[in-house]
C-alpha cells in the first residue's frame, strides 16, 4: 500500500497524545512513544513521545511494554511505553492495554480519511460509467430512430443536463460536511469555555461540561454560543449554580 501524503499532512491527534500521558501517570511509566511505520519498509517515524523512549535509550533491567497499531490494511504504527529499571505486573499491563486499544480506535479514526477518499472516488466513478450510459443509449436510440425522431439536438440537451444534475448523493455530502464542520466548531469552542471555567472556578472538566448544558438549558441558547459568550466574559452565566456544583462535586 502505498502512503497517503494527506496523512502525514494533517495534524496528529490531539487525543492521542493525552490518553498516552493519562496511561503514563496512572501506570508509573517513565515514557512513552508513538510510532508511524513506513509500508515500504524506512524507518518508523515518531509521531508523539514524552519521557524514556525505546528502543534506543533501553538499559539493562528496562523494560518495555509496545502494541501495535493497526487498521484493515495492518500494523501501521506502535504504541510504546518504558519503565526504568522495573517490571510490569499484571494490573499495569492490563491498563496499558485497555489504552492501547482506546489509542487504536482512535489511530484508526485519524486514518480513516485515506479510506473514505477511496471510497467517494469510486463512487464518483461508478456515478460517471452511469450517467455515460444513459446518455450513450439515449442517443443510441435516436440515431436508430433516424428522421422520425423529432428535434433531436433539443431533447438529447434536454436529457443531458438532467442526466448530469447535481445527485442526491452530491447533495447529502456537502449537508454532512457543513454539518460535521459546525461540531468541530462547536467541540472546540465548548473546550475553550471548559478551560476557562476551571481555571477560574477551580472546577473538574465534568463540573464544567455541566455547567454549560444548564446554563444552554435555562437560556434556551444553543450551546456554542454560551460556549462563546463564556469565553468572552466568565462571569456573565455564573451563579448559585456554580457553587451548588463544587459543594456536590459533580
Known sequence: MTENPRV??????????????LALQESGADGFAIYQLDPDGDQPMSKCRE??????????????VSFPLSID????????????DSAVNLSTQLLLEKVARAIESVWHAWRAPEKYARI???????????A???IADRASGMLQEGASSRAPIEAIAHHVESVLRTSELENALFQLERDVAEQLAERRLTSRAKAVLQSRYGISEE????????VSRTNR???RDVAQAMIENPVLYASHRMSALQSKGV
Open 73 to 84: 490494511d495492518g500494523v501501521t504504527g506502535r504504541l510504546s511505553f518504558v519503565f526504568r
Open 132 to 134: 455515460d450510459e444513459k
Open 51 to 64: 519521557g524514556l523512549e525505546a528502543p534506543d535509550n533501553l538499559q539493562a533491567g528496562d523494560c518495555e
Open 221 to 223: 441558547m444553543r450551546l
Open 207 to 214: 463540573q464544567a461540561h455541566v455547567h454549560l448544558r444548564i
Open 8 to 21: 502525514n499532512d494533517r495534524p496528529f491527534p490531539r487525543s492521542v497524545q493525552s490518553l498516552a500521558r
Open 120 to 130: 467517494a472516488l469510486r463512487i464518483g466513478e461508478l456515478e460517471a460509467e452511469l
